[in-house]
Each structure stands twice: as C-alpha cells, then as structure tokens.
C-alpha cells in the first residue's frame, strides 16, 4: 500500500468543530505541513479520505451507524430495527426512521447534516490551501490535485443534495454563516454534474479498490459512477417541488456529455459504458466482493479501506445485526438488532420453491451453524432465526430475540478487533453490478431494452432469466444490493418510497409527499436565517 495513504488513514491533519460557521485550522503550522508537493499532496488532498469512512456514530459513508447509511436503509422495505423489549427504542430513533415521522429537530439528522458539510467545507479550505502553495507544484500537480479535491467535494455534495434537497454551494472556508445562501435542487444537481465532468478527465483512469498508488481514492471510473447515478435520478433531482406529484421527465433533461447533447437516460448509459470500458465486470463468485481480502475484486469500483492494523475505520452492521449467541460463536460480541423485513425474504422467494440463490450468501435464516455446531441461546435450545415472525414491536412476541432474518452479506472475519466491529473486509460503496442495473434501468426507460444488462447480473448467480420491466429491475436491485445503502434512493425513483409497503403505512408526511428528502436540521436554519424548511416540515 502506497506510504501516504497509511499516513493519511492513520493522521488527520484537519480538524472542523460546525458544519459551517468556523474555520477548519490545521493542528500543525503550515510551515511544518507544506513543504513539498507531497506533503501538500498528503495533507491537502489525501487528508479528506479520512472522512469517507468512520468510526463515531453519525459519520462515514458506510460502516457506523445513525449516518448516512441507517437514513438510506432502515426507513424503507428492505430492512428494519425492531423494539425488542427493552433494546433498540432509543427514543424512538428507529422506530421513527421506520415510520417517516422523523423532525427538523432531531440530533441524528443534524449530525448528518454536520458530517457532510464538515468534508464539504474542508474539501473547500483544501483548494484555497493549494492555492496557497502552488508555487510548490507544477501546472499540471496543481490542476490534478485540484481536480481531485473537487470531485470529493462533488461526492459529499451529492450526498447532502441526495438527502437533504435544497443545500447550500458553500464558496468558502471562512464565509460567514450569515451569507450563505440557499439553492434549488436542480441548481446544486447542475453543479454537482458539472464539478464531476471538469475533473473527471484529469484523475487517474484507475481502479480505486485495488490496493497501490490509487487505493481508496476518487479515481476517474468513480467520477462516472456518480455520472451515471446523477443522471439515472434526474427526474427526483431536476424537481424542485417535489410534494405536487409531478416530475421532470428523463427523456426531456437534457445533459452536455462529452459534446453531444443528451438525455438523462442516454446520458446515465454512457457512463455506465465508460465504465464497462475501463475494464470491470462481473465477478463469477458473488461472495468475493465483499470476503475478508476484497482488494482484488474486479467487480468493487469504490470501497472504504479498512484494516485493523491501519486504520480506525469500523464496520458496524454484522455486529449490530446477529444475535449475542451468535457473535459469541465468533469469539467476539453482537448487538441483536437489525433485520431484514418482511417484503425483503418475499422478493427473495424465502420459503419457496423458487428462493433466490443470494439468499443464503446475504442472511441467516432458520438455525444457526458456527464451525459445524449449532449455536445454542442461554436456556440450551438451538438458535434459529424466524424470517417471517418480524414486527415493528417485538415486545410480546415469542420471538423477541429471533425474529428477522439477519445481515450475512460480508464475510466473518475472525480475526477482526472490537468484538467484530474492525475486519479487514473493505466497506463496499460502488461497484460494477449496480452498474449493469442502472443501465438496464436507463435502457427501459429510454424505450429500450434492458434485459441483457439484467440478465447478466442474474446469471452470475445461477438464476433464471427475466424480461427487463421496471418492476422486475427494482425487485432485482433488492435482491442484488441489499445492505448497500441504495433501496430509498431507489424507492423515490420508482415511486413507492412515500406509499404503503411491507408493514409500513404512510405517515401524514409521506401524504405530503415531502418526505422525498429529510427536514434541514433546525439548528442549521438557526445558525442561518437565510436557509429556508423544506416544505411540509
């Protein structure tokens, strides 16, 4: 592994207390810290990587928990956090992610807020930085480290647009709280294009996941991936009301590409053809993207590090999901919480003739095995996980401790440190397969056909094929990426995020329609009189 990222996965040189209103300060004089174009390099840019993964709750991409991932995952089908008697109530955290009946004053949510624009503004002080000391680079050292800085600021701005809607384009690191201003979804969507396509061309065509000079960083096939993702969700984020059930359409949002004019379905099948180009592709063994030593998936196109030896980064969710028996069988500790719902185990085909093969690869269901023994609760009778017994209060069920099937997608790590919380497995963000559903998605919608897209992500797994509906790719998105973090994005895209699913029922929010994105956290708008509610909050 190339010697900066242990240093920068190691060291944080930057250091930012609110999301908005102080000065990031470097902890050490700048004389010490910019001398060369590497240690510019190091502490400027590849400082920021540090953020992308965590381990304090609220923060990272992926990997701890009450952050970006539990807001884009337990508040739709796929999965859910049960009450169980006296666990996981939590104020009604979960239960609220659940119901859509979170508030503008919520902590969870203004932790989000505050982590994303804590990159943002960091990545902003890292370009002024570079300014500062470009006399150290050369022209074209300074217009690569720039346009990496630029494109993980992109990154964390289309978090915060995915989440959030109408956001702030921050300007600078030292402008006053009072001065910035709001902006429209569409306004920060074409800024977040536009970012990404200037420095797509200028990082390294490389592949971010493998380990070397490039692991962990925003190359130029993630740059596309964002690309393609942008434009497959154009129509949600070109729509700046999104409570009067209407919307854009694809086929008349119109991008600039590479100098051909396109629409946002064309324009989300080109980068997912640049990325095919760039030499991903699928690998035979579904299991391998997400096995303890991950690095040389051919199918990964963006992970979070991690390594117990080198870095804080945690992975949180197996924990957090099996039973204590169960983590106990693995010589560490679990939390018994996170489950998959109901709606989940039936676009599976559990107990069915026709269940799919991704089942036994992503959960535990029925009696648990650990090293050919069955793991036994405290009163001596075999553990067994009961799929179809979940309730979003298990109180008075028999099945307090077992109801739901659990989280199985990555592979144990026996040797991982903090009772199972730090493997080595990386934390997969982006990789390939997404990529072949978006463009059969895009394809469709296009008035095209998608089923070979579809098709060859099916047969990887030894699944039959299916015509390429758009019913049929949302259901084939669940049972390919569950436990990524992509179902509510998904769920407002095809218009069944705000309805009635599995056994959720609308909440008078959802009625309103404005729970598409969460509420600007009060104490932001308090910090700042310009920034407006979203509406029906």
Known sequence: MNKWFKFFYIFSVLCLS?????????????????????????????SLYNYVGAHEEGEGLQGTCRGVYDYNTLTTDEAIMPIRGGNWYDGGLWKNMYDHTWTSTDTDLYNVWKYLY?????????????????????????????????????????????MFGRVPIVQSSTQNTADIQQSNRSEVFGYIVKELQATAPL?????????????????????????????LNAEVYTDDNWTDEWRPQGKTIMLDVDGTRMNAWQACIHYCDLIANAGYELEPDYTKNFAVHNENSK????????????????????????????????????????CATLHTMSVYGYNTASADKRLDMNFYTGRVVVDGN?????????????????????????????????????????????DGRMPDNDIVLYRYADVLLMKAEAKVRNGENG????????????????AATLDNILDERLRELVWEGWRRQDMIRFGTYNKTYDIHTPSEADKKGCTIVFPIPEKVREMNKNIKQNAGY
């Open 374 to 418: 069955e793991v036994k609760l405290d009163d001596g009778t075999p553990l067994e996980y009961m799929p179809l017994a979940v309730e979003q209060n298990l109180t008075a069920s028999k099945y307090i401790e077992t109801a739901g099937a659990r989280m199985k997608k990555y592979e144990v790590d026996r040797t991982a440190y903090s």
């Open 18 to 46: 609110s999301c908005l209103d102080e000065t990031p300060k470097d902890q050490m004089p700048e004389s010490g810290i910019y001398d060369s174009a590497n240690s510019l390099y190091v502490n400027a840019v590849a």
């Open 203 to 231: 990082l390294p065509n490389e592949h971010s996941n493998l380990q070397g000079n490039y692991y962990g960083r925003l190359t130029r096939p993630v740059a596309w991936f964002l690309l393609a993702k942008l434009s």
């Open 451 to 466: 089923d070979g897209e579809l098709n060859e992500v099916r047969a990887r797994v030894g699944m039959n094929t299916l």
């Open 299 to 338: 199918e990964n196109i963006f992970t979070i590090p991690l390594d117990k030896m080198l870095y804080t980064n945690e992975f949180h969710y197996l924990f957090r999901s099996r039973h204590y028996a169960h983590g106990g069988a693995y010589g560490g500790a679990s939390e018994n919480g996170t």
């Open 118 to 162: 804590k990159v943002i503004v960091l990545s902003t002080k890292s370009l002024e930085t570079i300014d500062q000391h470009k006399a150290l680079l050369t022209a074209r050292q300074l217009e690569e480290y720039k346009a990496e800085v630029r494109a993980v600021r992109a990154m964390f701005y289309y978090y915060a647009m995915d």
